[in-house]
């Protein structure tokens, strides 16, 4: 009985702290968060989560100009070939393209 009473304390600590790091996050952070938690599901091959942080991924994309237009055509197309990928379990493919996508968002974000 207490070792649930303090596992439920410490998991609202923990749930707590969350909700706070993803209220006060940038949209970058959030961006390499979204990255981060698709990458390590595809590491454990977890098709539902991997595929679902991916679509958040293509709700971040931006349509309003053309240079956008342009730039989010291409990510469209890699998140929609690694989801694809994921359903066909080529788990390989799908975390090299993601790990790179997000240290090139990184990079990004050093730079400005």
Do not use: H
Not at 12 to 31: D, F, G, H, S, W
Not at 96 to 104: C, F, G
């Amino acid at each position: 009985m207490y070792n649930q009473t303090l596992a439920k304390n410490n998991s609202n600590r923990l749930n707590q702290y969350l909700v706070k790091e993803i209220m006060e996050a940038t949209p970058e952070q959030l961006l390499i968060k979204v990255y981060d938690f698709a990458i390590l599901n595809c590491q454990k091959n977890n098709l539902e989560k991997t595929n679902r942080a991916i679509k958040e991924l293509i709700n971040f994309l931006k349509w309003d100009t053309e240079e956008s237009k342009a730039v989010n055509t291409g990510l469209f197309q890699l998140y929609d070939y690694c989801q694809e990928q994921m359903r066909k379990k080529n788990t390989t493919i799908v975390f090299k393209i993601l790990s790179e996508l997000r240290d090139t968002w990184l990079n990004a974000f050093k730079m400005k």
